[in-house]
Structures are given as structure tokens and as C-alpha cells.
């Protein structure tokens, strides 16, 4: 891993963010050991903030501190993601009942650019992966923005950093991209139609069928 150079923010959160981008691009692989000795000298800094990193990594799932043996990436068992998967399907469908019921025309039409963004990630013959994966994120950010509940947007945050410890397992799957953009249609659909009960029901089923593939 090459030097990296760090921004004047408090020190500890760039190096979380450092080891965060690490782990969400298998650089540092599940499973993995953190050598706190080496990355202290790639980043020029002591281990006192790097410790505290791993600290906030912790917090959020995505490092395991193991005594005496030091830090872990995250390994996620099938139970974790049943778990992951079960409760933001609960949160997210919350939020996708509110934004049916209650969403301004111009919040609507900024969802429809983004599912039109998706679309076009997912052309035939087209398909880039990474841009999927990027604007389906902000899709699902922007729906729970626009449901606008800041304790809900904060679990779900931390669940999806868990979550895309695994989703290469899921969006990759053979034809999980052509399902997830179908039920993606699908959930726009409710949206526009105003109607909270099918939104609520369609982000369920996005969330079940998400987690076959990724199992």
C-alpha cells in the first residue's frame, strides 16, 4: 500500500475514513488483520489516533478487536446479514411509506433522475457495476433524505456499512442487477402512484430478494 497524505481534519476521523474506503474495496479483506505498526508508518502518525480509528470502525461493525491479537476487518456470518437485511428492510420501507404519502412533486422527480441514472448503469451491453452500485446508494440515501428522520437515517447508515462488507456477493450475482433494477421499477412506481402501502410492500420485497442473492 502506497503513502498516503493526510487533510488537517481531526486526525482520527481521516484515518477511520482512510481504513473505511480500505475495507469497502477489499484492500483490507474480511477477515484480515490490521497491522497498526505499518499503517502508523505508512500514514506518519503514532498509534494513539489510530487506535482511536479503529475505535469508531468498531462502533460501526466493521472491525472487530480481538484481545490480545489486535484488530479485524469484520467477517459477516449469514445470521449477521439476515439480521442487516431484515432490519433495513423494516427501516427503509418505513421511509418509502412516507415519501409515497407525503414527498413533494420536485422530491419525486429527483428519485425519477436517479432511477433514470440506474437505468442507464444497467444497459444492456453497458452494464457499469461500480456506477450501479454508487447510484443505487444515492437513491436509497435520497428516499430516507426526503423521509427526513434523522435517528432512522443514522441506523441506516451504519447498517449499510456493514452490509457492503458483502455486496459483491449480492449485486453481482448473476442476473441480481436486472432483479433489483426490476424492483426498483417497480418501488418508483408505487411512489408516483402515491400509494404507502404498495411502496412499504415493494422496498420489503427489494430487501428479501437483496438478501437471497447475497446469501
Not at 21 to 38: C, H, N, V
Not at 106 to 134: D, K, M, R, T, V
Not at 180 to 205: K, T
Request: some cysteine.
Amino acid at each position: 500500500m502506497s503513502a498516503v497524505t493526510l487533510t488537517p481534519r481531526a486526525l482520527y476521523e481521516e484515518v477511520a475514513e482512510l481504513l473505511r474506503q480500505r475495507i469497502f474495496s477489499r484492500e483490507l479483506a474480511p477477515g484480515s488483520w490490521i497491522d497498526e505498526l505499518k499503517l502508523a508508518e505508512q500514514c506518519g502518525i503514532s498509534r494513539t489516533p489510530l487506535r482511536e480509528a479503529l475505535k469508531v470502525l468498531a462502533a460501526e461493525g466493521l472491525v472487530t478487536m480481538k484481545v490480545r491479537r489486535g484488530a479485524y476487518v469484520t467477517e459477516v456470518s449469514e445470521r449477521d446479514l439476515a439480521d442487516v437485511y431484515h432490519l433495513l428492510g423494516l427501516l427503509e420501507s418505513d421511509a418509502a411509506g412516507v415519501v409515497a404519502a407525503r414527498a413533494s412533486a420536485a422530491e419525486l422527480g429527483e428519485l425519477q433522475a436517479l432511477h433514470a441514472e440506474l437505468e442507464a448503469a444497467a444497459a444492456p451491453g453497458h452494464i457499469n457495476h461500480e456506477n450501479f452500485f454508487s447510484v443505487n446508494e444515492r437513491f436509497h440515501m435520497r428516499l430516507l433524505a426526503i423521509a427526513d428522520n434523522r435517528w432512522r437515517d443514522q441506523m441506516v447508515a451504519d447498517l449499510r456499512k456493514v452490509m457492503k462488507l458483502n455486496r459483491h456477493n449480492s449485486l453481482l450475482k448473476s442476473g441480481r442487477i436486472d432483479e433489483s433494477l426490476g424492483e426498483h421499477r417497480a418501488l418508483m412506481a408505487a411512489l408516483l402512484a402515491r400509494d404507502a402501502e404498495a411502496a412499504v410492500a415493494r422496498m420489503l420485497d427489494h430487501f428479501r430478494n437483496g438478501l437471497e442473492a447475497a446469501a
